[in-house]
């Protein structure tokens, strides 16, 4: 799925207050930009933030930032929010791999929704569930590590699952097919989600944590 350039995106983040400027400058501070001691849930990658849009929705107990290096998704995102009232949501645009600039031990949970899946060999380290990028994630989750990550790619899953479990995580809950799953696994649809249930591709989810 592709998306259209966004005219005047910058200025839609500037003028934004969901839209963090200057996130460095709150690492390990997260919790003031909120107002709370709620947990800290993160999407990489958010695209047009519907995913996590309606997870600050129904979980008000929670905060949300997405992140998303794209500045015409991030600015999609904004105009998604319109004039709904989410103080629980923050949206932050830039580089995934600059978390480390952005974040202390903050984090409780890593949403990884529709990710860009690199399929080729060459470019596994590139993966969000690669061992580097699981190292990464070790420095700024708070106490637990939980992950969370829906797929319709099939190397991107599999080698997930290998890396999480090579990484001692364990599985709270696997689906080869989400849509169509009897267990009725909670679920919060992105924009690629929609389109892929029209074209009844199986989504691939799991739900992995590691408790120290």
């Known amino acids: 799925m592709r998306y259209n350039k966004v005219s005047g995106a910058k200025e839609i983040l500037n003028n934004s207050s969901y839209v963090i400027k200057n996130p460095s400058a709150y690492k390990n501070k997260w919790h003031q930009v909120f107002g709370n001691q709620n947990p800290i849930c993160i999407e990489l990658g ?3 933030g519907i995913f996590i849009m309606e997870m600050a929705r129904r979980n008000p107990n ?9 500045s015409s998704q ?20 830039v580089d995934a791999s600059l978390i480390l600039d952005i974040f202390g031990k903050e984090i409780t949970t890593i949403y990884l929704t529709f990710s860009e899946p690199w399929p080729k060999k060459q470019d596994e380290k590139k993966r969000f569930t690669s061992l580097n990028y699981l190292k990464l ?7 637990n590590k939980h992950i969370v990550l829906k797929t319709d790619n099939k190397i991107l899953f599999a080698s997930s699952l290998e890396n999480l479990s090579n990484y001692w995580y364990t599985f709270d809950c696997v689906s080869l097919d989400l849509h169509h799953d009897e267990r009725k696994i909670p679920n919060v649809l992105t924009d690629f ?20």
Do not use: S, W
């Open 46 to 48: 958010m695209g047009r």
């Open 62 to 70: 929670k905060n949300y930032i997405g992140i998303e290096l794209d």
């Open 74 to 93: 991030a600015a999609t995102a904004v105009k998604n929010i319109g004039t709904k009232h989410l103080p629980n949501l923050r949206i932050i645009c």
């Open 137 to 143: 994630y070790d420095r700024i989750f708070k106490k």
């Open 193 to 212: 989600e929609v389109q892929y249930q029209k074209e009844n591709r199986p989504i691939y989810y799991v739900d992995a944590k590691y408790k120290d």
